[in-house]
Nanobody
């Protein structure tokens, strides 16, 4: 059974930092392209960052220079370090796993990040 579980969300002040974690099981983690998406209130889900099996990364323009995605294959976990947070980063953040060369997606249930003073 595939499990994808996000953690680390919460309330943070503008300019602050938070690190999200996404632990997986039931998949061969090393062959999965991992990504973080987010869904702000009243808006559609959008890609935040992606990391390939080889470690190449891609970021949405809105988070470049502020967010960093990384993966630990030994722990089957992907991380999202978020710095210099802004109120517009407020969203539910979702972890996504996609086995390379497939269109199968595995999603977590999401973790809320609220940026507010």
């Amino acid at each position: 059974q595939v499990q994808v579980a996000e953690s680390g969300g919460g309330l943070v002040q503008p300019g602050g930092s938070v690190r999200l974690s996404c632990a997986t099981s039931g998949i061969i983690f090393s062959i999965n392209v991992m990504a973080w998406y987010r869904q702000p209130p009243g808006k559609q889900r959008e890609l935040v960052a992606r990391i390939t099996t080889g470690g190449s990364t891609h970021y949405a323009d809105s988070v470049k220079g502020r967010f960093t995605i990384s993966r630990d294959n030994a722990k089957s976990t992907v991380y999202l370090q978020m710095n210099s947070l802004r109120p517009e980063d407020t969203a539910v953040y979702y972890c996504n796993a996609r086995p390379q060369w497939t269109v199968t997606d595995y999603w977590g249930q999401g973790t809320q990040v609220t940026v507010s003073s």
